[in-house]
């Protein structure tokens, strides 16, 4: 069965303070691994598409990595806008549409 | 910067009773999505739509569920008779590929009492 786990459940950084997120994922052959970012009450917002190992993608002070087993989201000198649940979501070979979740870390960045 | 739109915010409705949650979606993508996120649990697949008709659909998309793209800019999902454990957010989305990011509405809040 395709799974997607998020590690930790939450995190709480200091201002400033780096740190990294973990999507592990065990799929019947991974099409695309996809973050995302989700403020409470809000749809989530898009973050990065990954599609192969090796492969990263970075956007301000996010860098999003991808293994063959896991993906990472990198956090450096997070600010308290930062704040907010992180999830990470697969696209599985037999399938071009759906996406399975994890259930996301919840950071927290605090001042 | 173009976004998904969905209608209503909230919708409070009594069991068994038909509801219609209503997306615009991004308007130069093709492919259409409705998840949704029971408070505190994962975000769940439901259905995807392209050229028309539905693509895939998971096991919790059964005969109550059904999709309509009924003019050039509306997707809709409707309840035809709603239960206790279809209270939950539903989030359309929309991509312009199948691989590509899907981006998210806001949501509907829907709360059958």
Same mark, same amino acid.
């Given at each position: !069965?395709?799974?997607?786990?998020?590690?930790?459940?939450?995190?709480?950084?200091? !201002?400033?303070?780096?740190?990294?997120?973990?999507?592990?994922?065990?799929?019947?052959?991974?099409?695309?691994?996809?973050?995302?970012?989700?403020?409470?009450? =809000?749809?989530? !917002?898009?973050?990065?598409?990954?599609?192969?190992?090796? !492969?990263?993608?970075?956007?301000?002070?996010?860098?999003?990595?991808?293994? =063959?087993?896991?993906?990472?989201?990198?956090?450096?000198?997070?600010?308290?806008?930062?704040?907010?649940?992180?999830?990470?979501?697969?696209?599985?070979?037999?399938?071009?549409?759906?996406?399975?979740?994890?259930?996301?870390? =919840?950071?927290?960045?605090?001042? | 910067?173009?976004? #998904?739109?969905?209608?209503?915010?909230?919708? #409070?409705?009594?069991?068994?009773?038909?509801?219609?949650?209503?997306?615009?979606?991004?308007?130069?993508?093709?492919?259409?999505?409705?998840?949704?996120?029971?408070?505190?649990?994962?975000?769940?697949?439901?259905?995807?739509?392209?050229?028309?008709?539905?693509?895939?659909?998971?096991?919790?998309?059964?005969?109550?569920?059904? #999709?309509?793209?009924? $003019?050039?800019?509306?997707?809709?999902?409707?309840?035809?008779?709603?239960?206790?454990? $279809?209270? *939950?957010?539903?989030?359309? *989305?929309?991509?312009?590929?199948?691989? *590509?990011?899907?981006?998210?509405?806001?949501?509907?809040?829907?709360? #059958?009492?």
């Amino acid at each position: !069965e395709d799974q997607v786990t998020q590690s930790p459940e939450a995190l709480r950084l200091q !201002e400033g303070e780096s740190s990294s997120l973990n999507c592990s994922y065990t799929v019947s052959g991974l099409r695309g691994l996809f973050w995302y970012r989700q403020d409470p009450g =809000k749809g989530p !917002e898009f973050l990065f598409t990954l599609y192969s190992a090796g !492969e990263e993608k970075e956007k301000e002070r996010l860098k999003a990595t991808l293994t =063959k087993k896991e993906s990472f989201l990198h956090i450096t000198a997070p600010k308290p806008e930062d704040s907010a649940t992180y999830l990470c979501a697969v696209q599985a070979g037999d399938s071009n549409y759906q996406l399975i979740w994890g259930a996301g870390t =919840k950071l927290i960045i605090k001042p | 910067e173009p976004e #998904v739109t969905q209608t209503p915010s909230h919708q #409070v409705t009594q069991m068994g009773q038909e509801v219609i949650l209503r997306c615009v979606p991004i308007s130069n993508h093709l492919y259409f999505y409705w998840y949704r996120q029971i408070l505190g649990q994962k975000v769940e697949f439901l259905v995807s739509f392209y050229n028309n008709e539905i693509s895939e659909k998971s096991e919790i998309f059964d005969d109550q569920f059904s #999709v309509e793209r009924p $003019d050039g800019s509306n997707f809709t999902l409707k309840i035809r008779s709603t239960k206790l454990e $279809d209270s *939950a957010m539903y989030f359309c *989305a929309s991509s312009d590929s199948p691989g *590509a990011g899907q981006f998210f509405g806001p949501g509907t809040r829907l709360t #059958v009492l």
